[in-house]
Every structure is written in C-alpha cells, then in structure tokens.
C-alpha cells in the first residue's frame, strides 16, 4: 500500500520567523506562503531532494492545529504523509482493519491538489498520518 514518503509537516506558532530560519539558517527553497481556509492553515513548502517539509501555520478561528500548538507551543511534528497509488482502496483496507479514518471518511482536495485522507494517530503508535494519492 506505503510508497514514498511524500512530505513531514511541522506546525509552527510563526510561519515568517520559522521560514526565516529555514532559508537563511539552512539554506532552504521555502515557496511563498498559501493560505488553505478549508483546511485552517497557512503553509510553505521546502523542497528537498528526496522529499518535502511543510511548515503549517493556524489560520483563522478553528483551526484543526490550534489545540496542537497550545500542547506544543514552540511547534513540533504535526503529521507525515505517505503516497498511496489508490486512496479509496487504501481507505476500505484499513478502516476494514479497524484504522479510524478522520472526517467523513472522504478524501479531500490537499494543498498538492491531490487527494488525501488522515488516519487517527491513537491507531498509528501516536502519529498523525495523511495518505495522498498521486
Ligand atoms: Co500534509
């Protein structure tokens, strides 16, 4: 089912001084900031050579990372999201092996334009897991 490691996503209470730091520090490829309101989060992309790290900023009231940064308040991973050839197969798979699937169970638009689903971290050994088909 698992292909490639698509991207780690850390959340972050301060998008501009975090991308700062990657550019400037690391010498990181940081894109401009896209605000997603459906998904109540502000990101950048850094590209590396093998994958890609999203820094994540709340956006707005509700956002879905705001209760992690209040337990996180310097910021932390937040999720990691693996590549699957074919998301609805990979979803029956595992919600038919107990695995809770986040929302309506549905796949949405993610900030890639493909499709993605997350996985309940209490089911993945604490880890908040994103499948994207691509
Ligand atoms: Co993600």
């Known amino acids: 089912m698992l292909d490639r490691l698509n991207h780690v996503a850390i959340a972050v209470?301060?998008?501009?001084?975090?991308?700062?730091?990657?550019?400037?520090?690391?010498?990181?490829?940081?894109?401009?900031?896209?605000?997603?309101?459906e998904q109540g989060v502000t990101v950048v992309f850094i590209e590396l050579p093998n994958t890609k790290i999203e820094l994540?900023?709340?956006?707005?009231?509700?956002?879905p990372i705001a209760g992690f940064l209040e337990k996180n308040p310097s910021g932390g991973i937040?999720?990691?999201?693996?590549e699957v050839d074919n998301i609805l197969q990979a979803r029956d798979k595992l919600q038919a092996d107990g695995v809770r699937v986040l929302g309506d169970g549905e796949p949405k638009i993610g900030a890639h334009g493909k499709p993605v689903l997350f996985l309940?971290?209490?089911?993945?050994?604490?880890?908040?897991i994103e499948l994207e088909e691509v």
């Open 13 to 37: 209470p301060d998008l501009q001084s975090a991308s700062h730091q990657y550019k400037t520090t690391l010498g990181a490829t940081i894109s401009e900031p896209m605000e997603i309101p």
């Open 56 to 63: 994540l900023e709340p956006l707005g009231e509700k956002s």
């Open 78 to 82: 937040h999720h990691i999201c693996y």
């Open 120 to 128: 309940h971290p209490k089911d993945f050994q604490g880890t908040l």
